[in-house]
């Protein structure tokens, strides 16, 4: 590995943070389409140079926007997929002959072995599917078809496909989630979808064990071990290791389980992170402290990362894109906040450095070493 790109895209704009691999000094790039929202940057993980971006403007619309040189330059995709360019729309459509609009894009998901091939997953809550680079998109409209749709509905933030993961033993084999609908799997690549509901438990809905409705912020994967999930939920922290059959609370000694981000550890696939928020109605840090909670036991034993990291009249929140880990020896684990900072720590939550500071909001962060 030469070294580490973090893609962050913020609430005006997207910024590509480049490191070597001892990751102590980070280059910072000027603003990517100053002014732009930008939901969501991801890098197919075959071609490291391919990077994907959705970029969204109140008075614009929203763009697709790919790179093949890591950034460097880029080139509107998408245009096939149908958006209308009416200004202050921000809808794209899916060609039929009764256009179905959507809003934005949350989510873009690379496959394992394609890099033309692409998921997106929009607001309010569909699939999409690309596999020629972004120019043509199609609907794997079976999710929102499923029998099951008219009882989904929107989160604070909109009912939004955030999530999405692809099992890298069974490239067939899809799971999603969606605020407030819950998550769902797909065996047969995105033909049919299921509700993998079992377990959760929501009590603002009227029954709290529901097959759909509860609101998931998060799904994380380790990729040796595709079969175990692990969930951040609007209150709890669930695991499955049954490809979501059954889930079970792993919150433990948590202070409080509400929270946005989940990842795993990139050489321990019973380490987990999270950032505990103080509740749904409070997104900030308990007491003003910025904490990353970290469990080695796949969950119910927790323990605070804090050397580093602000602990006193800190009251950003960590959006449900906003952590990421990269690969390297020593796991690099990295968050952003809504106060435009980005942390990083090369020890797995050891001790935190700060990469940049006083970005706009951040709303995601992917990292990637190549």
């Given amino acids: 590995m030469n070294g580490v790109r973090v893609l962050v895209g913020t609430r005006k704009g997207a910024f590509i943070l480049t490191s070597d691999g001892k990751r102590e000094k980070w280059d910072v790039s000027e603003p990517q389409f100053g002014g732009w929202q930008f939901y969501h940057l991801k890098a197919s993980p075959v071609d490291p140079n391919r990077i994907y971006a959705s970029q969204s403007s109140d008075w614009f619309g929203q763009t697709m926007q790919r790179s093949s040189d890591g950034g460097k330059t880029w080139e509107t995709v998408g245009n096939k997929f149908a958006y209308d360019g009416i200004p202050g729309t921000h809808q794209w459509y899916d060609g039929t002959a009764h256009p179905w609009e959507f809003k934005r894009v949350w989510h873009l998901e690379p496959s394992l072995t394609d890099p033309d091939t692409v998921y997106a997953g929009v607001e309010d809550a569909a699939l999409f599917k690309t596999t020629d680079g972004g120019q043509n998109w199609t609907e794997l409209s ?9 009882q989904w509905a929107p989160g604070a933030g909109g ?8 099992d890298p033993s069974n490239h067939d084999r899809l799971y999603v989630a969606i605020s407030a609908a819950g998550a769902f799997r797909s065996d047969n690549g995105g033909e049919t979808w299921k509700p993998i509901t079992k377990g959760l438990f929501s009590k603002m809905l009227p029954d709290p064990t529901a097959e759909v409705g509860h609101c998931v912020h998060r799904i994380a994967m380790h990729p040796s071990r595709p079969k175990t999930l692990f969930m951040q939920k609007h209150w709890d922290v669930m695991r499955t ?6 889930w079970r609370k792993v919150s433990g000694n948590l202070p409080t389980d509400f929270g946005f981000v989940i990842d795993v550890h990139a050489h321990d696939p019973e380490t987990i992170f999270i950032v505990p928020i103080k509740s749904d109605s409070e997104h900030y840090p308990l007491e003003g402290k910025l904490q990353v909670f970290r ?19 800190c009251y950003v929140n960590v959006l449900r894109e906003a952590m990421d880990v990269d690969n390297l020896d020593s796991c690099g684990v990295y968050f952003g906040t809504t106060g435009g900072q980005v942390y ?26 190549f």
């Fill in 241 to 246: 290791d049954d490809s979501g059959e059954s």
């Fill in 344 to 369: 990083a720590s090369t020890n797995g939550g050891d001790a935190w450095n700060t990469i940049v500071r006083d970005l706009p909001p951040v709303v995601s962060v992917e990292v990637q070493a």
């Fill in 295 to 313: 469990s080695k036991t796949g969950g119910h034993e927790w323990e605070p990362l804090t050397k580093g990291l602000p602990q006193k009249d």
């Fill in 159 to 166: 009912m939004c496909l955030h999530t999405i993961l692809i």
């Fill in 142 to 150: 079976h999710l929102r078809g499923h029998s099951t749709g008219s």
